[in-house]
């Protein structure tokens, strides 16, 4: 069985003279006698764009070969010759789902001369870093669940992902695909100790944490070279699968995970080695909906679903 889907298009005050479809930007390109060429998504039916002709004869007629998003038209005048300008080119295509769309973009906050790198996270379970100048894909993670968030560590080139059921997971960037290095689950879930049972407010009953709903990538570098000089020595092992061997300790240079819980809990975690810190009450036990890390001012935002925004220094 064939079904027709007919759009409707019309904002034009003149008859439509000729119509033509540009294969390269799958735009429909009209030509009308109100002394206007206009560019109309055949998705949506909806204009793009609008070029008026000014001191000159109305088009015709349009066409050509449409490649490079270049055609002519001609009129009662002559002929004139156009090249459509995209405000946007294609930069990268994502693999992973069909059809799933990019549900986060993360750019890392890493002065020069790191690299600019991009996480996206798309469809359910994917997660893929690019290079930001050429679009060229890094490397990949399917996280095998859906994905509520992820953040990048490019000076320590760890992938942090965060599961829809509360799993940490820590993955090493220096593969394609990203190699999973740990699962963290459950972490900042535990019993409140006694010096844990005063909220911000006073309140004496504490709601349990409950799963992480949301995470943040907090990153305080004090000692610049020794950091730059980790990641160079990193860039060696890279393609090589990462070992187990235990990181030394940093005290300049911190890279902490801040994970909000749906009992309004804030956890603070090692990077890498995932130990609970620190654990606060926060949202008067509502769940926390979104973190934003603010180390150059020692700050961590957070958002609640009572509608309030709260702030730890």
Request: net charge neutral.
């Amino acid at each position: 069985m064939c079904v027709c889907v007919c759009v409707y298009m019309c904002a034009r005050a003149g008859v439509v003279t000729s119509l033509a479809c540009c294969p390269e930007s799958g735009l429909l390109l009209s030509a009308s006698l109100d002394g206007t060429l206009r560019c109309w998504s055949m998705e949506g039916g909806d204009q793009v764009q609008c070029f008026p002709i000014e001191g000159g004869e109305p088009p015709l007629a349009l066409g050509g070969p449409m490649k490079g998003g270049t055609f002519f038209t001609f009129s009662q005048q002559g002929v004139d010759f156009w090249t459509i300008s995209s405000l946007y080119n294609l930069h990268c295509r994502l693999g992973g789902d069909l059809g799933g769309s990019v549900r986060q973009i993360v750019v890392p906050s890493c002065p020069l001369p790191y690299p600019t790198r991009v996480l996206c996270v798309s469809g359910d379970r994917n997660v893929t870093i690019v290079a930001a100048e050429t679009g060229a894909v890094l490397t990949s993670f399917s996280a095998g669940q859906r994905v509520r968030c992820a953040d990048y560590c490019l000076p320590k080139e760890i992938l942090l992902v965060l599961t829809e059921g509360g799993t940490l997971i820590r993955a090493s960037t220096l593969t394609n695909p990203a190699t999973c290095v740990d699962e963290w689950k459950a972490r900042g879930q535990g019993p409140w100790q006694r010096e844990e049972q005063t909220d911000g407010e006073g309140d004496q009953w504490i709601a349990k944490p409950g799963p992480a709903s949301c995470m943040v990538l907090y990153s305080n570098i004090a000692d610049r070279l020794r950091a730059l000089d980790e990641w160079k020595s990193l860039q060696e092992q890279r393609c090589q699968r990462p070992t187990n061997k235990k990181p030394l300790h940093d005290a300049k240079n911190r890279f902490l995970v801040m994970l909000g819980h749906n009992g309004g809990c804030v956890s603070v975690l090692m990077l890498d080695t995932g130990k609970v810190q620190y654990r606060t009450p926060a949202h008067n036990g509502q769940k926390i909906t979104s973190l934003q890390a603010d180390p150059e001012n020692s700050y961590l935002l957070t958002a609640g679903m009572q509608h309030s925004i709260g702030s730890m220094g």
